[in-house]
């Protein structure tokens, strides 16, 4: 099923989809055939180091993993399931204590099961990265629908 893709429709996904993505504020800036923009903003319940603020890595990886499978959506312009087979991060810097983290992915090969994505976690300038990334990710993973946005809606909203 091929499907035009608007921000707030990916952000529903990760809003109702993706529970810890929802709850840690992941949101979606950018979407079009060339990739992705997400954000996540800072919070000092991800410091991995709390006598100086530095974000932890593990909630960077959160951020440039989601970013990552949501760019796969955005070439192939369609829905299914996706499940990360391997993802390498570089860090290359702390992120800076009390400054927003974004992400740009881009999905720049698919074969008929795999999808091989690049990305870049950054504060204010992609030029200055925090983290730079690469990933694979298992196309139809499941045979399980995509989730049902409407649905879930409904539900939240009970």
């Known amino acids: 099923m091929s499907t035009e893709f608007d921000i707030s429709q990916i952000q529903n996904i990760i809003d109702y989809g993706i529970p810890h993505c929802a709850d840690i504020g992941v949101k979606v800036h950018e979407m079009d055939e060339e990739g992705v923009v997400f954000s996540l903003p800072y ?13 932890h890595g593990g909630i960077i990886t959160t951020l440039i993993d989601t970013a990552a499978g949501m760019c796969i959506y955005a070439r192939l312009k369609k829905y299914m399931p996706i499940a990360t087979l391997d993802l390498r991060i570089d860090y290359l810097k702390p992120a800076t204590p009390g400054e927003d ?3 740009r992915a881009t999905c720049y090969k698919t074969t008929k099961q795999i999808a091989f ?4 976690a950054y504060h204010s300038d992609p030029e200055d990265p925090v983290a730079n990334a690469v990933g694979t990710f298992m196309l139809r993973s499941t045979n399980t629908p995509p989730l049902n946005l409407s649905a879930a809606k409904k539900g939240a909203s009970e």
Do not use: C, W
């Open 43 to 55: 919070q000092e319940r991800f410091a991995g180091n709390p006598v100086n603020g530095v974000l």
């Open 101 to 103: 983290v974004f992400t």
């Open 117 to 120: 994505v690049r990305a870049i």
